[in-house]
């Protein structure tokens, strides 16, 4: 189905956007993404190419990536040649090697936020696909809310159900590694078929310099956003705080940070960022239980079936109904970076913070990959309330998703 965003925006606003990006690898993550939504995700883009083994002396196919230029109101087509990356996958080849002492098909500890990171590497390291169609026997999760759903089409299930001596089991969390590391282990399980490392961690060890055009320290890109003095006096807004995963990947940057504002809409997520706080030691975190937005008031709500995963976005036809806020009217103290990933309404919440923009001109790291117009509409509207911004574009997953915004003075 084609996608109609370019008869939606006129030609010179795509150029525009083209124009402020500080830096050719931003312009290049944009001219992708456009190509992905104007051909209505069938494009070639390097989202759509698939990464894979080729064999085993960590080399991948070299893929072809169709990347469409936006100027003087000509779209034209080009081709850009990845080059093999050889020595980035040592881990792959430790998970391929691993795996392959064992008949069965794996087992996904943990079906939460990491879930979907841990196919991807599995995908890297030859074993199944993104998607999870095929080679992977099922997800453990103790939550009873996400059980016996699917998650990328392979189900949950309680801890050691449809177990097989044969299968290996590859630990996915954030914050459990440890614990859930110690529970298989005393309720039985023979220590040689779990992975030793978590998967969670696992962009930060592969993927750091195995791509030009998007890496993995997403919301805080390297080169991009920089803290002093381990943070002093950074007041972060983060907004879509889902499991307080972000904050904590920010307070290993800024351990001085003076305070956190932590916004979450879905109230099935809010034990678990209480939790995350307990466990950050990090004092100054004020927890608001609101959508962010253009307004103060109440608005319909669409849950994720499976809770702790992400996903639920503000919709009119939602069955549930929260709490929506303006930033500007419940932070008033100096910002010093804001992130968002709220699933669409990045642009009504950037004009309920405009305020706090305009005066603090605080670092923003923006998704912009919800919906096909944000690609264009973000960047001008930041644009148009702080000229002084450089604007940035990182992409920092395989697929279409996870693309940011940053905008640093």
């Avoid at 456009?34 to 759509?48: A, I, P, W, Y």
Wanted: aromatic fraction near 12%.
């Amino acid at each position: 189905m084609k996608n109609t965003l370019l008869e939606r925006k006129s030609v010179s606003d795509a150029h525009m956007v083209y124009t402020l990006l500080a830096d050719d690898i931003s312009k290049e993550v944009f001219t992708n993404m456009l190509d992905f939504h104007v051909s209505g995700g069938e494009g070639g883009g390097m989202f759509r190419v698939k990464r894979r083994f080729i064999d085993r002396y960590n080399t991948i196919d070299n893929n072809i990536a169709r990347i469409i230029y936006i100027a003087n109101g000509i779209s034209e087509h080009r081709e850009l040649q990845y080059p093999p990356i050889n020595g980035s996958f040592a881990l792959c080849e430790e998970i391929m090697d691993f795996a392959g002492r064992f008949e069965g098909a794996p087992i996904v500890y943990g079906a939460g936020a990491q879930a979907r990171n841990a196919l991807q590497i599995l995908e890297f390291s030859g074993i199944g696909n993104v998607g999870g169609q095929k080679n992977i026997r099922c997800f453990w999760d103790n939550d009873k809310r996400k059980q016996y759903h699917l998650l990328c089409r392979v189900e949950i299930l309680p801890p050691f159900a449809n177990d097989s001596e044969d299968s290996p089991v590859f630990i996915a969390t954030s914050l459990y590694f440890d614990e859930v590391y110690k529970f298989l282990l005393e309720t039985g399980m023979d220590e040689s078929r779990i992975f030793p490392k978590n998967f969670a961690d696992v962009p930060s060890w592969i993927m750091e310099d195995a791509f030009r055009y998007y890496d993995w320290d997403q919301y805080f890109d390297k080169d991009l956003i920089k803290f002093e003095n381990d943070g002093y006096g950074e007041v972060f807004l983060d907004c879509g705080s889902l499991d307080f995963w972000t904050a904590m990947n920010f307070l290993k940057r800024a351990p001085k940070a003076r305070k956190i504002y932590s916004f979450e809409a879905d109230p099935d997520n809010i034990a678990v960022i209480e939790n995350s706080i307990k466990k950050s030691g990090f004092a100054n975190v004020e927890l608001i239980e609101a959508a962010v937005y253009d307004r103060n008031e109440k608005l319909h709500f669409v849950k994720n079936t499976v809770a702790g995963v992400g996903g639920g976005r503000l919709d009119i036809n939602g069955a549930n109904e929260v709490n929506a806020v303006r930033i500007d009217d419940v932070v008033s103290e100096r910002v010093t970076f804001i992130k968002m990933d709220i699933e669409g309404a990045e642009l009504a919440a950037l004009a309920g913070a405009e305020e706090i923009i305009k005066r603090d001109k605080p670092r923003l790291a923006i998704s912009v990959y919800h919906k096909p117009d944000d690609i264009v509409d973000i960047p001008l509207y930041i644009h148009g309330i702080v000229p002084e911004y450089r604007l940035y574009m990182r992409h920092h997953a395989s697929f279409h998703e996870e693309t940011v915004l940053y905008a640093v003075i």
